[in-house]
């Protein structure tokens, strides 16, 4: 069980003690998609869906989340969020989300760019589900990360 960072020696969970790691300047970046109905897509660039401003509401959602990530995922460390950057781009059948998140502290920030994403496109098919109910959250993903200890990393 040694192995495991996150078991105990009995096997439990636990959170793992970063107390004696440096804090270095830290960024995740995350994609992810939700495919959606041409209905949609032509609200999106015109008058909006009904219940408002679904871009807006799907961009703050995406941040406040990546703020709260500690509080959905059990073993994340409550860290200081010095910045989240939101972008979502409407293509023909889709909208492309991107999130980039920094911080400086004692570990990494991609599981709270995981969550802005797909908390960003829960938010958006809430906004749009009216129009289309069939909208689909997809190829969530960690793209890139730099800082700590193991180094940056970057998808091919």
Known sequence: MNDFTHLDDRGAARMVDVSGKEISVRTASASGRVLVSTKVVELLHGSGVPK?????????AGIQAAKRTPDLVPLCH????????????????????????????????????????TVAALALIDMVKAVDPAAVITDVRVDSKTGGASGDWHRD
Request: aromatic residues 0%; glycine residues 6%.
């Open 52 to 60: 408002g401003d679904a871009l807006a509401v799907a961009r703050i």
């Open 78 to 117: 409550p860290i200081a969020i010095h910045g989240v950057a939101v972008d979502l781009d409407v293509r023909d059948d889709s909208v492309e989300i991107t999130a980039t998140v920094r911080t400086a502290d004692r570990t990494g920030v991609e599981m709270e760019a995981l969550t802005c994403v």
